[in-house]
């Protein structure tokens, strides 16, 4: 008995929230005593409804109460933590700050484990046994324990809401039935139940359709990734074995080369030295027969000088008289010539074996198609920075504004020789290749011009931009506008055009030309298939006519 007072007192003492000792105990205004840091949480929580209850008995408070810390009560609890007392172990059936309490329990609250739609009440395990044991109970719906069954009141007529108003989307009461919902679609909430379980079930059955087809798609997207990685891994360590032996080539040939250089330095070298030794040693000659005539001149006897004269040796003519050429040998020049048109050829060759690389990667990628643009900020946000190829220019092309402007001159110009360059008509290439998205404009002289795009390897000896199946060109000549592809022509507009857009999108296959103004008017566009980077070109007809590629930024 002893034992049983010391466990009562235990529960006296106790914190219904945290179960423990109270540690500064508060009382609320019913009465109920908590520690005061649950008690203040426990109402934190209920804030935003305003309203502020007990734990225990559920009597409400309006406004929060202001707590004080109950100092006797506090004392008390102190001395009979010295005298051995401690807290009770937590009874885990008992019903916490989540948890729902049962609706019946007086005193301390146990834990609900089910609730009755029907009563609108939650039981703990014992309470809930008349439901299990009365036939009119067992009618009655039990659901998990639930916070929300105050939900199922009609707040207009304190009545259970076991109708459903189809018309207004709504749950309703009998009385809402003859009331503001008289007249409407009106079922029983446990046919609408029905109603929406079904439409439930399509929809779950859609879903687990779109889950196993994005399993599908991910274990096919995983196996991608492996294969990719499979292949990069090979390719990289193939590519560079291939660099690797490219380097050695390239090494090999220049030790070659510079061998060669050397070998002939040396050749021409020794020539030098000995002809130059033959010169020093005509030179000491000179010297002395010069000493003997100036001697010979100062002879005051005439028939002295006379007698001496013809016995001074005539000076024969040097077999090395003739005019020495010592420029640099041409031999030289044409080995620096060489390597550089090699290091171009190169240049270029890496550059379109690396935009077909990359443009190769990009085509495999998934992406979603972007839309073309619309206005002309759209089309900037793809501009791109374009100069003109001196390699490629005819020879009456000047280059001038950084490459980004050329004009048509009747004189020709100096340009070394080089396989890319344009010899039969007045047109040139870009220097940059084209692939993704691009947008350009050309500022157009007054007699006009082509503004097209060119495959690199376009015939550089007979081809006109359009007049094959490797090039698009848009004609402006005065107010008589064309497109040209592979020796087709399409008329377009009849205006005048100073100033070009042109936009690619390479993966697309699109090509777009628009007269520039104020406004931006498409001319022509293209549908195709592009299989290689392009470039920009140009042609003009007239001497003293140019073209540039404007700054867009």
């Known amino acids: 008995m002893a034992q049983k007072g010391v466990q009562l007192d235990r529960e006296s003492f106790s914190c219904s929230i945290c179960l423990d000792l109270l540690k500064d105990p508060v009382a609320t205004p019913c009465g109920h005593s908590y520690c005061m840091k649950c008690i203040e949480e426990f109402w934190d929580g209920e804030d935003q409804k305003k309203i502020h209850s007990c734990p225990q008995c559920r009597k409400t408070f309006t406004p929060r109460p202001a707590l004080q810390k109950n100092i006797m009560l506090a004392a008390l609890v102190e001395q009979l933590k010295k005298s051995g007392l401690q807290a009770a172990p937590a009874d885990h059936s008992c019903a916490g700050p989540e948890d729902v309490a049962c609706d019946v329990c007086t005193g301390r609250k146990l834990k609900a484990i089910k609730s009755c739609l029907t009563c609108l009440v939650s039981y703990c395990e014992e309470h809930v046994q008349p439901h299990y044991a009365v036939a009119q109970l067992k009618k009655h719906q039990l659901v998990e324990p639930s916070k929300k069954?105050?939900?199922?009141?009609?707040?207009?007529?304190?009545?259970?809401?076991?109708?459903?108003?189809?018309?207004?989307?709504?749950?309703?009461?009998?009385?809402?039935?003859?009331?503001?919902?008289?007249?409407?679609?009106?079922?029983s909430a446990a046919a609408e139940r029905r109603e929406k379980q079904k439409e439930l079930q399509v929809r779950r059955e859609d879903i687990q359709q779109r889950i196993q087809s994005r399993e599908k798609d991910v274990k096919q997207l995983q196996q991608q990734l492996e294969a990719i990685n499979v292949s990069a891994d090979k390719t990289a360590e193939d590519s560079e074995k291939i660099f690797s032996e490219l380097i050695r080539l390239v090494q090999k040939r220049s030790s070659e080369v510079k061998q060669q250089i050397r070998s002939q330095q040396e050749t021409e070298a020794s020539r030098v030295r000995e002809l130059q030794e033959k010169l020093e040693q005509e030179i000491t000659e000179l010297k002395r027969k010069d000493a003997e005539l100036k001697q010979l001149s100062h002879t005051e006897d005439h028939n002295q000088f006379v007698h001496n004269y013809q016995s001074v040796s005539a000076l024969g003519e040097s077999p090395h008289s003739s005019s020495?050429?010592?420029?640099?040998?041409?031999?030289?020049?044409?080995?620096?010539?060489?390597?550089?048109?090699?290091?171009?050829?190169?240049?270029?060759?890496?550059?379109?074996?690396?935009?077909?690389?990359?443009?190769?990667?990009?085509?495999?990628?998934?992406?979603?198609?972007?839309?073309?643009?619309?206005?002309?900020?759209?089309?900037?946000?793809?501009?791109c920075e374009i100069t003109l190829d001196p390699n490629t220019a005819h020879k009456h092309l000047l280059l001038s504004e950084g490459n980004r402007k050329v004009t048509h001159f009747l004189q020709d110009q100096f340009y070394p020789h080089h396989p890319g360059r344009f010899t039969s008509c007045p047109q040139i290439l870009s220097k940059e290749s084209l692939t993704g998205r691009c947008y350009w404009e050309v500022k157009l002289g007054e007699t006009?011009?082509?503004?097209?795009?060119?495959?690199?390897?376009?015939?550089?000896?007979?081809?006109?931009?359009?007049?094959?199946?490797?090039?698009?060109?848009?004609?402006?000549?005065?107010?008589?506008?064309?497109?040209?592809?592979?020796n087709i022509s399409t008329p377009i507009s009849d205006r005048v055009l100073s100033r070009v857009g042109v936009y690619l999108d390479h993966r697309a296959g699109v090509l777009s030309f628009y007269s520039v103004s104020e406004t931006m008017t498409l001319l022509h566009k293209v549908q195709t298939s592009f299989t290689r980077p392009l470039h920009a070109g140009i042609f003009l007809y007239k001497y003293g006519a140019t073209a540039e590629i404007c700054k867009l930024k």
């Open 324 to 383: 020495i050429d010592v420029a640099p040998l041409r031999s030289f020049e044409d080995v620096t010539a060489a390597v550089s048109q090699l290091r171009d050829k190169l240049q270029d060759t890496l550059r379109d074996t690396w935009t077909n690389i990359s443009l190769r990667g990009a085509e495999g990628l998934l992406s979603e198609p972007e839309p073309e643009p619309e206005s002309r900020a759209d089309f900037f946000r793809y501009s």
């Open 149 to 187: 069954l105050h939900e199922n009141i009609c707040s207009r007529h304190d009545e259970v809401m076991k109708m459903f108003c189809r018309t207004d989307q709504q749950s309703i009461c009998h009385v809402c039935t003859v009331d503001e919902h008289k007249g409407h679609d009106i079922v």
């Open 448 to 486: 006009g011009g082509r503004v097209a795009v060119a495959y690199k390897d376009v015939d550089k000896k007979r081809s006109v931009f359009g007049f094959n199946d490797k090039s698009w060109s848009l004609v402006c000549y005065l107010n008589s506008n064309q497109f040209l592809h592979n």
